[in-house]
């Protein structure tokens, strides 16, 4: 009997045992090496189409802003300087190839606010927006190289899984690295364990935030020798940072606390608003809280986000295309419920949340628990109509409280 006839490369003439894969045309083969080395060549002679920007389709800092109004209630300030960021990044990757007596370098961010402000939603709903790879990433699982924990390299793998590996895809883009304040330097005080999540961290975010070429390992976690690297260049990759920074405010206050010896130093002292320390926060006050002098002076923009004030709690509750309460009456559409909330339920729920003092984030809770018995009974019971008023959202949070205080 004759041998069965190999399949073989029509390009290269290799067989399908020495390839990683074969693909079947009409008359012929070709393996994934040929179609690689193809692209290559195309991508060369600039026949790909190459994914550059039309100053007429970028969205201007007013359209930015604008996008982000219809999900984040306030925090003006911080918008405008999000929007201006993303939009100057544009247009530095529209300068990067041309030959321009002016190079535009990139201007990293950092946010301050206190939980539940927004920060972590800026970011996200911004990524809905852009034409460019964006990711988030979690600056509290990092710990210096050679301990248990992840390299600061690891925060470019998500930016690389987003652009589907693609390298020049990748190097075009911006991430978020969240909870920055959790890397900060743990003391002053001289010791003789190295803080290998705090300081040593900073030290090898300086390299990313500057801009320089650094292997990154494909999946993520730790790097060893025999692992295969793929080589990024993070000059043009925006980073914008955000934190919390718990009990920063005493630090500002120590600043802004400057008295003039004389009868007229309360005159020329400042006006501070003690309820909003956040905005006069300066890098100095960063700089006592824990970053290094070298990791502020790589983030130059600084903005803050204010503390959410009664209004905003109540249109945070309403208004936003993914408010809370609408989020809860989809859910109950989805059984053939109408659920509708009393002004009167909605105003209790914004001073359970002052009272908590967990911003944004502590209206969720307490919805969740006004509604947790409801939708449980709900879906079996027929009903078509649920109406919640100030006293059955008084009751509900008052018996989780007498729960919470029993189990303690």
């Known amino acids: ?39 290559a060549i195309l991508r060369e002679e600039a026949m790909l189409p ?11 800092p007013k359209e930015i802003k604008a996008f982000l109004d219809e999900y984040v209630i306030g925090q003006d300030e911080a918008k405008c300087a999000l929007a201006v960021s993303v939009y100057n990044h544009y247009k530095r990757l ?19 606010g206190s939980t539940g402000t927004g920060k972590t939603l800026l970011a996200r709903t911004i990524a809905r927006l852009l034409k460019v790879p964006f990711t988030i990433v979690d600056a509290t699982v990092l710990t210096e190289a050679g301990y248990v924990g992840e390299d600061v390299e690891s925060l470019l793998t998500r930016l690389l899984q987003v652009a589907d ?11 978020f690295i969240d909870e920055i304040d959790k890397i900060a330097r743990k003391s002053d005080n001289p010791s ?10 900073q030290q090898g975010l300086l390299k990313l935030l500057e801009g320089s070429i650094v292997n990154v390992p494909p ?49 020329n002292c400042m006006h501070v608003d003690k309820g909003d ?12 809280f824990g970053l290094i002098p070298e990791i502020v002076g790589r983030l130059p923009i600084l903005t803050s986000l204010r503390p959410l004030d009664r209004e905003a709690l109540r249109n945070i509750l309403t208004e936003p295309k993914n408010s809370i309460i609408k989020q809860y009456v989809k859910l109950m559409e989805m059984d053939g419920v109408a659920l509708s909330f009393e002004d009167e339920a909605l105003e209790y729920i914004v001073d359970v949340a ?25 879906p079996s019971s027929g009903e078509a109509v649920c109406r919640i008023t100030r006293e059955y959202a008084r009751v509900q949070v008052e018996k989780r409280q007498v729960l919470n205080m029993a189990l303690s």
């Open 1 to 39: 009997m004759a041998e069965k006839k190999r399949k073989r490369c029509s390009f290269c003439g290799r067989s399908e045992e020495q390839v990683a894969l074969l693909m079947t045309g009409m008359e012929g083969y070709i393996c994934n090496e040929c179609v690689e080395q193809a692209h």
């Open 50 to 60: 190459k994914s550059d920007f039309d100053m007429k389709e970028l969205p201007k």
């Open 94 to 112: 529209m300068q990067r190839d041309a030959c321009e007596d002016v190079e535009i370098e990139k201007s990293n961010i950092i946010m301050v």
């Open 165 to 175: 590996y693609n390298v020049e895809e990748a190097e075009r883009g911006i991430v």
């Open 192 to 201: 003789i364990t190295r803080d290998v999540s705090g300081e040593g961290v």
């Open 219 to 267: 999946q993520g976690g730790r790097k060893h020798p025999e692992q295969k690297m793929i080589a990024v260049n993070t000059k043009h990759i925006l980073f914008i940072c955000g934190g919390a920074f718990d009990g920063i405010e005493k630090k500002i206050a120590q600043r802004l606390n400057t008295h003039v010896v004389g009868f007229d130093s309360v005159q």
């Open 277 to 288: 320390m956040m905005r006069y926060i300066a890098p100095q006050d960063l700089r006592s």
């Open 354 to 378: 002052i009272e908590y003092k967990l911003g944004a984030r502590g209206l969720r809770s307490i919805v969740e628990t006004i509604m947790m018995d409801k939708m449980f009974e709900i």
